[in-house]
């Protein structure tokens, strides 16, 4: 049984975080940081390993949180939000259309809400999915210094008035996460379309079917 002294040291010691900038950037790895809380990434991943991040590798955990979203039952959008001088994530999310009977929790609203009141000008949005009018106000309003965007092969149209509004917009489009949503968008057309447009639009387009 240790003596008391060497205990207090024990208890003393730094807890080093399980993912450090020697851990291989692997979907299980992002995934991980995907699913913990953002005020907990901290303590969990070394600054190194997001020093080491791509931009396809952020996009990457917007997609897994996509997923995750889809596996709840919602739509599969993610956001993620890094500063751009640590590279560290400051906030994420993904819809929650579904999950919260939220009319319009989108990805980056998401993302946005998570981070709290940040200085946003200093910072990058990874989303999954081109932004809708509403998210695109939002980036724009808050004066993000960077948007990219992990998909307009399903859905695209605001990329130019964010650059108008002087966001760098850059495509990145990640294959796997596009395949994903046409799937889901085939499996779910009508959760799709009040998404976007409400459940009016949906109401509208079954009443021209019948
Ligand atoms: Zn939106």
Request: with cysteine.
């Amino acid at each position: 049984m240790p003596n008391a002294g060497s205990m207090g040291a024990a208890k003393g010691t730094v807890m080093k975080p399980l993912i450090t900038k020697d851990t291989p950037v692997t979907d299980e790895v992002l995934n991980t940081i995907a699913h913990l809380p953002t005020r907990s990434l901290s303590k969990i991943v070394d600054d190194g390993f997001f020093k080491k991040l791509a931009d396809r590798d952020f996009m990457r955990i917007a997609f897994l949180l996509a997923k995750k979203g889809y596996e709840e039952g919602g739509s599969p959008i993610g956001g993620v939000i890094i500063s751009n001088e640590t590279r560290q994530i400051v906030g994420k999310g993904h819809n929650t259309l579904v999950q919260e009977n939220h009319p319009y929790n989108h990805g980056e609203t998401s993302a946005v809400r998570d981070a709290g009141r940040q200085d946003f000008s200093q910072t990058t949005m990874f989303t999954s999915l081109s932004p809708c009018d509403i998210c695109a106000a939002l980036i724009y309003m808050r004066q993000f210094k960077r948007l990219v965007v992990g998909d307009v092969t399903n859905s695209s149209g605001n990329e130019p008035i964010l650059r108008q509004k002087g966001v760098q917009v850059d495509i990145l489009e990640d294959p796997e996460g596009v395949s994903f949503y046409a799937k889901y968008r085939k499996e779910k057309p009508n959760q799709d379309l009040e998404d976007w447009q409400g459940l009016a639009a949906v109401r509208k387009a079954a009443a021209g079917r019948s």
